[in-house]
């Protein structure tokens, strides 16, 4: 359990992300809207995978699938849902998808978790894949659509939630339940946690807002094509994101997503193969030798400065 | 009668780790099993919490069966026990370790707030409070030993189950240990069995003891009752030469 | 005979698919770490056995134990820098599994950036064995015979290394159990390096053997990741010999299956067997519910 939560970090949050959005909406240049929505929505993801795989330890090696899931279920529906009911719906659809497939593998321990998310992003994005090719779509592309500052708001609103539903679970039963899984699951079940259905809830919490997210990242591409929806990639930035800024608290992923969305500003454009093996380096460097991340080691200096 | 274990038995790929065993604790009683290694103790433990499933027979709690329940179902209805090889939660704090226990025990407290100030209360019984917030990993086996009793009460249980908490530990660490024993018995107004091979802790501290051998319950009584018998002096010293 | 035929194409996409698995399975049995990576080391091998074809002129039949030795040096430097610090730590095997879970994933997307911006990412292939050879009513490519016997005599030479020697033997204690292995004096840390080294060698091997007929990538890691997978939860985690049999079974299933639907649904069909199989029998198809723990 993370110390209760604290109402003046709360309302700063909150402060600071309206200052920033008005900041953003009103000076900004198009690229930097661009940046932004960005970085919002990398926040939101690496904040809902450690929902489950940093408080239980259960890796989910494609949570990519929620995301393509998501942006597929929108784009398909587009103009015959109203966008927030389309979102609703990708959210809703990649929560269901979590529990359906997690109900069975979550029974058994062992690394059948783990292999089940690998094959799923897969064997979703071929499905999909052959579904387009049978309907002749080769990439959809999507008119009259929310504008760049709307798609931003929307990001940031689910930026916002993605970390508040990190923080406050963190301080809850739930999250207690949850880091018992992680230290030693039969130890847990003992002392009376129904650890099946929180992996379960965890699992279902932690696809919700990536559904979402795929559906409102569509918006800004302006177009769907599922190998790129579904790209393992994207499941491996959300990780690295993750694990690099720490897994511990709320405030990790936000350090991590800052941290490689600017770095990839700088070397996507020109050299995406450099900032993938960087990326791919950073995450082993850092699971060896800092296992609690940027957020971590900075408790602990923040820690015996004050002591 | 608090626990009623029925004619049960275990077997694993076909070998019997407990046979046909069967015994009944009354309410308030700090009850003994006694038996050497492998002889199937940690196994009818295991049974009761719900971490291994009877091959046949019938385990009670309060009059109904509880055979087949998950392990977190059974420890909501108020039985808790201890790890013979301690599994505290590592990474956390000994508050935290309790405290969770707190939440998702029998007690089923829904504020995480109380149930760190609850745990401290219960660290302070077990004399633990002096490491409340160090983590569990850092301590030593002793503190470990204590501080896995002390998450099991956390569960507010009725019935305690104790697997061997007193072996490894120094003469004086065991006299320590029974008088926490003792304490606690009285302060939670519980139900103890406990799985042991210190003969002599256990003379002291059990209203009753049954003695397994090779997976059979071979003798129960009084504690003096069954160092007097012949059948489980011979089991546990072997046939003169 | 259009089944014939279709028998010699299983079988060759089979023993191969074989040979993959009981690489990864080994690295499971014995360490419980699941080697997301081990793909990317059937694409090195592929590239290594294609440059010393196309710039030294190497036989590739001659280049594959060659590039296997290599590809079982880099397990092993893996093993000294990366995994043995985990290994080491034996409390907390939980946080062991995600952790090297996250180690190899990071890996395997350094490797095939790297190999990207070395080789460039356009495929590549060579021309070797390249005639149609008739045996009865069926015919294959000379290359894809190759690769078929080359898979199987190494899949059984395994399969004999662990059944006959000593290490093997201690490879198979570690697999049932570490601790009583331990006891009766079976180095674990030296049985991992051993691992270690013939788990990624016979993935290096696997890419020399797939280079013989396919085109190299450097993205091609992964789909064979996949495949590996399938196989081992197919044939039971820790299983060698379930591997062999799972991989042949993949084999077959892939090609009569490719053969009804059309080659546009074989991704769907892998995954499918892959998801089915988790779900309702997570302990292999030849396995005991004791062995899902």
Known sequence: M???????????????????????????????????????????????????????????????????????????????????????????????????????????????????TFGLSEFVKYIVVNVEARASKFGRLIFGGPDPNEVFLIMVGL??????????????????????????????????????????????????????????????????????????????SMITMAVIGGTDDAYGPLIGAVA??????????????????????????????VPDGIEGRLRNWWKTQRA | MILEVDHVTKRFNGVAAVRGV?????????????????????????????????????????????????????????????FQIVRPFPALTCRENVA??????????????????VAGEILNEVKL??????????????????????????????????????????????????????????????????????????????TEIAVLDHGEKIAEGSPQAVSADPVVVKAYFGAPQ | MLSFQLLIAALATGSVYALIAVGLNLIYGTMRLLNVAHGDLVMLGAYATYWSFSLLHVDPLIA????????????????????????????????????????????????????????????QAYEYLDRVIRIGSASIVGNRLAALIIALCTCIGVLLFFRLTTLGLAVRAIIQSRDAAEIVGVSARKTYLLTFCIGFGLAGMTGAV????????????????????????LGGLGNIVGSIVGGLLLGVLETFGVAAVGANYRSILIYGVFIAIIIIRPQGLFGTKSTAR
């Open chain 1, 159 to 236: 930026a916002v939630a993605a970390f508040f539903l990190s923080y406050f679970i963190r301080r809850s039963r739930l999250g207690a339940g949850l880091r018992g899984i992680r230290e030693d699951e039969i130890a847990a079940e003992t002392t009376g946690v129904p650890v099946a259905r929180l992996k379960l809830i965890a699992f279902g919490l932690s696809a919700l807002i990536p559904g979402i997210a795929g559906g409102a990242f569509l918006f800004r591409s302006g177009y769907f094509e599922p190998i790129q929806a579904f790209n393992p990639s994207i499941s491996f």
């Open chain 2, 129 to 206: 409070a002096t490491v409340a917030d160090e983590e569990a990993r850092r301590l030593t086996l002793v503190s470990r030993k204590r501080l896995e009793i002390a998450r099991a009460l956390g569960a507010r249980p009725k019935l305690l189950l104790l697997d061997e908490v007193l072996a490894g530990l120094t003469p004086m660490e065991v006299e320590a240990a029974v008088e926490l024993l003792r304490h606690i018995h009285r302060r939670y107004q519980l139900t103890i069995v406990m799985v042991e091979h210190v003969l002599r802790a256990l003379m002291r501290l059990c």
């Open chain 3, 64 to 123: 594959v134990p060659f590039v296997g030795l290599l590809a079982a040096g880099i397990g092993a430097a893996a093993y000294f820098f990366l995994f043995q610090h985990f290994l080491r730590t034996g409390s907390l095997t939980d946080r062991i599994e995600a952790n090297s879970l996250l180690v190899f994933f990071g890996l395997s997307i350094a490797i095939e950036n790297l190999a990207s911006l070395a080789f460039s990412g356009n495929p």
């Open chain 1, 2 to 116: 993370r110390p209760l939560h604290d109402v003046r970090i709360i309302i700063a949050a909150l402060v600071t992300t309206a200052a920033v959005v008005v900041g953003v909406l009103f000076f900004a240049s198009d690229y930097f809207i661009d940046f932004a929505t960005s970085l919002a929505m990398w926040i939101a993801l690496s904040e809902s995978w450690t929902l489950l795989s940093g408080m239980t330890g259960y890796v989910s090696l494609g949570h990519v699938v929620f995301f393509g899931l998501g942006g597929y279920l929108t784009v398909l529906t587009f103009g015959m849902l109203p966008i927030w009911a389309a979102l609703a719906l990708s959210g809703a659809c990649a929560t269901g998808l979590a529990v359906l497939v997690g109900f069975p593998c979550f029974r058994v321990r062992g690394p059948y978790f783990v292999i089940l």
């Open chain 2, 22 to 82: 069967s015994f009944s604790v009354p309410e308030g009683a700090i009850f003994g099993l006694m038996g050497a290694n492998g002889a199937g103790k940690t196994t009818i433990f295991s049974m009761i919490a719900g971490n291994e499933q009877p091959t046949s027979g019938d385990i009670r709690f309060q009059g109904s069966s509880i055979q087949g329940l998950r392990p977190w179902r059974i420890s909501r209805l108020g039985i808790a026990r201890t």
């Open chain 2, 100 to 117: 969770l226990a707190v939440l998702y025990g029998a007690g089923q407290d829904s504020s995480p707030a109380r149930a760190m100030r």
């Open chain 3, 210 to 233: 797939v280079s013989l007929y396919s085109q190299i990538w450097p993205f091609m890691g992964f789909s064979y990741t996949i495949v590996g997978f399938v196989i081992i939860i």
């Open chain 1, 260 to 289: 490689l969305v600017t770095l990839s500003e700088l070397l996507w454009a020109n050299a995406p193969e450099i900032y993938m093996t960087v990326l791919g380096l950073l995450l082993v460097v850092f699971v060896i030798w």
